[in-house]
């Protein structure tokens, strides 16, 4: 164990120092799963929200607070931008629709700082569903400073403070309606000191009537028979990539091992034919593992990919592994020279990844290419991916893809041994 | 230390090697001489156990069988190719194939620090071998080739390609394990070379052993005789010359050279310029082998 394990890590090494071959192990298979999820994806959290354009024209205070409130919905996407660019998104359905502030022509604010200006929203007519959504948020937005008030009942006695003294110096009003205003505010804040007193001993803001209504939402997700995402279709794809890279480089290893004379000189060594070729067969799984799970890993991390069961995923990862070891042995006796072997390598590759899921997914697939897809063992190593990942397998139905992934890796090694020996003779 | 007898190997219709013997003695350093595709490297390989024989008996110490373990932890061999990683550095490529004869801990240390010192990469231990010279990967094949410190050690045509600053550091270092008591298998087609380092040299064309002997018995079995080629003062008259005249140049072959210039100087021959050309192995090799070009 320990000349394989020497064997391996000096491969590890040199695969390690070859930043192309690095490349098709590591980056290629991450730039797939990234490059095909993102084009199947369209499920974003910002996909989700409406798009909309502010457009204002003025600059007063309560405008500035409205457009922040608005900002802060978590149903829409805010962006500022002058109304002909806005009507252009709009008319190409870039974005849902825009909302233009126009200030009004008096200086006064309406209630509890709300603009007093006029609103003019540009949607599509067809879109009724959304403008009616969007009015409901564009109206939670406006009220939320009475909100605010009813909530915080002192900031609602200053705001009719500075109404009061603002009164006096009021022009365009007659003095019965200074009286009337004065009155009614008068009162509106008796009222807030009376409110108060009430809730002074309880914290609870809930019981106000004029708090925020009571509204709780619950996920009650929707029950999926296929994968959550289009990562959890691409992530597994993306580890074959990465388990073809090793198999491409660790046999493009061997062979070079062999005409380049280093193989001789380990066979001169007083260790055994099968040790060296354990060792490399051991580089290769340890690579392929590790490339696998890093990059589970970033899809769990990164494109929050669900793993229904990790153990699963672990065990198919590993079957997966032993697999391509077994292929690889196989692909670096298929000739003598590095081209042969590479060039017969990849053109397998690729035929199996084409019938095994590895390019179109298998749920994608017409049955009869389907069917076919069961010779390949990329669509096993794919199924157990997916049983783990979001097919729901449990142990018993892991075993078929299992078997089937240890059981080529067997005789993939055990026949690529064998040639090796006669090539020796 | 080895013995070989009737060493028999085909490759289909071509018999590359055709039932040779010889015996190379502990401590000695014996060559292979032979022009290209003489059999030399398969006979190599068929030694330390990498091609199998088809017909004849090789024993290392006693022992018939080289792919043994045990007796492969005895021989270095140095293949004509570089067998070396040129992604790893000088010193991963020693420590490497230390460990997989066993080396570990200080020991492997050691070893590595001496074929460093060996091969004249101490200063570049730490650099990837892509970026040797040809020469200095030549060197680090052959220190790979002993890093475990056997007592056989095979080189195939280890100055193949190499500069003479790299050859003479080739020759010193062989020279010095030598006279530490290894016994060197050396295969090469630089006559000088083996005139040089051997003590036995076998010459070997079309898988057979022509000759065997020490260098300077072949060259008195095959070397020939001396060429003597002298530019007269003047034609002597009436004298009885030992060769043809040509431009006043006299050219003849002699066993005894020197006795015959002095005998010539003796009867008043007067010589301008004087050239004995005494025979050595390229002269046995010449002879042995034939002037046929063997590409």
Same mark, same amino acid.
């Given at each position: 164990?320990?000349?394989?394990?020497?064997?391996?890590?000096?491969?590890?090494?040199?695969?390690?120092?070859?930043?192309?071959?690095?490349?098709?192990?590591?980056?290629?298979?991450?730039?797939?799963?990234?490059?095909?999820?993102?084009?199947?994806?369209?499920?974003?959290?910002?996909?989700?929200?409406?798009?909309?354009?502010?457009?204002?024209?003025?600059?007063?205070?309560?405008?500035?607070?409205?457009?922040?409130?608005?900002?802060?919905?978590?149903?829409?996407?805010?962006?500022?931008?002058?109304?002909?660019?806005?009507?252009?998104?709009?008319?190409?359905?870039?974005?849902?629709?825009?909302?233009?502030?126009?200030?009004?022509?008096?200086?006064?604010?309406?209630?509890?700082?709300?603009?007093?200006?006029?609103?003019?929203?540009?949607?599509?007519?067809?879109?009724?569903?959304?403008?009616?959504?969007?009015?409901?948020?564009?109206?939670?937005?406006?009220?939320?400073?009475?909100?605010?008030?009813?909530?915080?009942?002192?900031?609602?006695?200053?705001?009719?403070?500075?109404?009061?003294?603002?009164?006096?110096?009021?022009?365009?009003?007659?003095?019965?309606?200074?009286?009337?205003?004065?009155?009614?505010?008068?009162?509106?804040?008796?009222?807030?000191?009376?409110?108060?007193?009430?809730?002074?001993?309880?914290?609870?803001?809930?019981?106000?009537?004029?708090?925020?209504?009571?509204?709780?939402?619950?996920?009650?997700?929707?029950?999926?028979?296929?994968?959550?995402?289009?990562?959890?279709?691409?992530?597994?794809?993306?580890?074959?990539?990465?388990?073809?890279?090793?198999?491409?480089?660790?046999?493009?290893?061997?062979?070079?091992?062999?005409?380049?004379?280093?193989?001789?000189?380990?066979?001169?060594?007083?260790?055994?034919?099968?040790?060296?070729?354990?060792?490399?067969?051991?580089?290769?799984?340890?690579?392929?593992?590790?490339?696998?799970?890093?990059?589970?890993?970033?899809?769990?991390?990164?494109?929050?990919?669900?793993?229904?069961?990790?153990?699963?995923?672990?065990?198919?990862?590993?079957?997966?592994?032993?697999?391509?070891?077994?292929?690889?042995?196989?692909?670096?006796?298929?000739?003598?020279?590095?081209?042969?072997?590479?060039?017969?390598?990849?053109?397998?590759?690729?035929?199996?990844?084409?019938?095994?899921?590895?390019?179109?997914?298998?749920?994608?697939?017409?049955?009869?290419?389907?069917?076919?897809?069961?010779?390949?063992?990329?669509?096993?190593?794919?199924?157990?991916?997916?049983?783990?990942?979001?097919?729901?397998?449990?142990?018993?139905?892991?075993?078929?893809?299992?078997?089937?992934?240890?059981?080529?890796?067997?005789?993939?090694?055990?026949?690529?041994?064998?040639?090796?020996?006669?090539?020796?003779? | 230390m080895i013995?070989?007898?009737?060493?028999?190997?085909?490759?289909?219709?071509?018999?590359?090697?055709?039932?040779?013997?010889?015996t190379v003695a502990p401590g000695s350093l014996f060559g292979l001489l032979?022009?290209?595709?003489?059999?030399?490297?398969?006979?190599?390989?068929?030694?330390?156990?990498?091609?199998?024989?088809?017909? @004849?008996?090789?024993?290392?110490?006693?022992?018939?069988?080289?792919?043994?373990?045990?007796?492969?932890?005895r021989i270095g061999n140095a293949?004509?190719?570089?067998?070396?990683?040129?992604?790893?550095?000088?010193?991963?490529?020693?420590?490497?194939?230390?460990?997989?004869?066993?080396?570990?801990?200080?020991?492997?240390?050691?070893?590595?620090?001496f074929c460093?010192?060996f091969a004249?990469?101490?200063?570049?231990?730490?650099?990837?071998? @892509?970026?040797?010279?040809?020469?200095?990967?030549?060197?680090?094949?052959m220190a790979?080739a002993i890093?475990?410190d056997p007592p056989l050690i095979l080189f195939d045509?280890p100055t193949?390609?190499?500069?003479?600053?790299?050859r003479y550091l080739i020759f010193e270092q062989i020279e010095k394990l030598r006279r530490e008591g290894r016994t060197i298998v050396y295969t090469t087609?630089?006559?000088e070379e083996a005139q040089r380092l051997c003590d036995t040299v076998a010459?070997?064309?079309?898988?057979?052993?022509?000759?065997?002997?020490s260098v300077?018995?072949?060259?008195?079995?095959?070397?020939?005789?001396?060429?003597?080629?002298?530019?007269?003062?003047?034609?002597?008259?009436?004298?009885?010359?030992?060769?043809?005249?040509?431009?006043?140049?006299?050219?003849?072959?002699?066993?005894?050279?020197?006795?015959?210039?002095?005998?010539?100087?003796?009867?008043?021959?007067?010589?301008?310029?004087?050239?004995?050309?005494?025979?050595?192995?390229?002269?046995?090799?010449?002879?042995?082998?034939?002037?046929?070009?063997?590409?």
């Amino acid at each position: 164990m320990r000349v394989a394990l020497t064997i391996a890590l000096k491969d590890l090494r040199q695969l390690w120092r070859d930043r192309f071959g690095l490349f098709w192990v590591v980056a290629f298979p991450l730039l797939m799963a990234l490059f095909f999820g993102s084009i199947f994806s369209g499920e974003s959290s910002a996909a989700r929200k409406l798009r909309i354009a502010w457009i204002n024209a003025a600059v007063s205070q309560a405008a500035v607070d409205f457009r922040e409130e608005l900002g802060k919905s978590s149903a829409l996407v805010v962006t500022d931008m002058p109304l002909d660019s806005a009507r252009q998104l709009v008319t190409t359905g870039k974005i849902t629709a825009f909302v233009q502030y126009l200030e009004s022509d008096t200086a006064a604010s309406a209630p509890y700082g709300a603009p007093q200006g006029r609103f003019k929203v540009g949607i599509d007519p067809s879109r009724k569903a959304e403008a009616g959504y969007l009015e409901g948020i564009l109206s939670q937005a406006y009220f939320s400073g009475l909100q605010k008030m009813f909530s915080d009942y002192q900031s609602g006695r200053d705001w009719i403070q500075q109404s009061l003294r603002g009164l006096d110096s009021a022009e365009g009003m007659t003095a019965e309606q200074k009286f009337q205003y004065r009155h009614s505010l008068t009162l509106f804040d008796t009222a807030l000191a009376a409110m108060g007193q009430l809730d002074t001993g309880t914290s609870d803001k809930q019981g106000s009537p004029f708090g925020q209504m009571n509204l709780d939402f619950e996920d009650v997700a929707v029950t999926r028979q296929g994968p959550r995402s289009s990562w959890e279709i691409t992530f597994p794809q993306s580890l074959q990539w990465a388990l073809i890279g090793c198999v491409a480089a660790f046999s493009l290893g061997l062979v070079m091992e062999r005409t380049r004379g280093t193989y001789l000189r380990l066979r001169l060594a007083p260790i055994s034919r099968i040790q060296i070729l354990a060792g490399k067969g051991l580089a290769c799984f340890i690579a392929g593992t590790s490339v696998c799970l890093a990059l589970m890993l970033f899809g769990i991390a990164v494109f929050k990919v669900q793993v229904a069961s990790y153990p699963l995923l672990l065990a198919a990862i590993l079957a997966a592994a032993i697999c391509f070891v077994g292929i690889m042995m196989l692909v670096s006796v298929l000739g003598k020279t590095e081209n042969s072997v590479a060039g017969a390598g990849w053109a397998i590759m690729l035929v199996m990844s084409m019938t095994g899921g590895g390019m179109v997914p298998l749920m994608f697939m017409p049955s009869w290419l389907g069917t076919l897809s069961n010779f390949s063992p990329i669509k096993w190593s794919i199924f157990a991916l997916e049983g783990a990942i979001w097919r729901g397998f449990g142990w018993g139905e892991m075993l078929t893809p299992m078997a089937i992934l240890i059981g080529v890796g067997v005789v993939g090694f055990s026949v690529g041994v064998t040639v090796l020996r006669r090539s020796e003779m | 230390m080895i013995t070989v007898s009737s060493l028999t190997k085909k490759f289909g219709a071509i018999t590359a090697v055709d039932g040779i013997s010889f015996t190379v003695a502990p401590g000695s350093l014996f060559g292979l001489l032979g022009p290209n595709g003489a059999g030399k490297s398969t006979t190599i390989n068929m030694i330390v156990g990498a091609l199998p024989a088809d017909g @004849g008996t090789i024993a290392i110490d006693g022992a018939q069988d080289p792919t043994q373990p045990s007796v492969r932890a005895r021989i270095g061999n140095a293949p004509q190719a570089l067998a070396i990683y040129e992604d790893l550095t000088g010193e991963e490529n020693l420590a490497f194939f230390g460990r997989l004869y066993g080396l570990r801990g200080p020991r492997l240390k050691e070893r590595v620090r001496f074929c460093l010192e060996f091969a004249g990469l101490v200063e570049r231990q730490t650099d990837r071998v @892509g970026t040797y010279s040809g020469g200095m990967k030549r060197r680090l094949n052959m220190a790979c080739a002993i890093v475990h410190d056997p007592p056989l050690i095979l080189f195939d045509e280890p100055t193949v390609g190499v500069d003479p600053q790299s050859r003479y550091l080739i020759f010193e270092q062989i020279e010095k394990l030598r006279r530490e008591g290894r016994t060197i298998v050396y295969t090469t087609h630089y006559m000088e070379e083996a005139q040089r380092l051997c003590d036995t040299v076998a010459i070997i064309d079309h898988g057979k052993i022509l000759d065997l002997d020490s260098v300077p018995g072949l060259i008195a079995r095959h070397g020939g005789k001396a060429v003597i080629t002298a530019e007269l003062e003047r034609l002597p008259e009436g004298k009885q010359l030992p060769g043809v005249v040509v431009e006043g140049q006299l050219r003849f072959e002699s066993d005894r050279p020197l006795e015959d210039v002095a005998r010539l100087h003796a009867d008043g021959i007067a010589f301008h310029t004087l050239k004995v050309d005494n025979p050595d192995l390229e002269s046995v090799f010449l002879n042995l082998t034939g002037r046929r070009l063997r590409d």
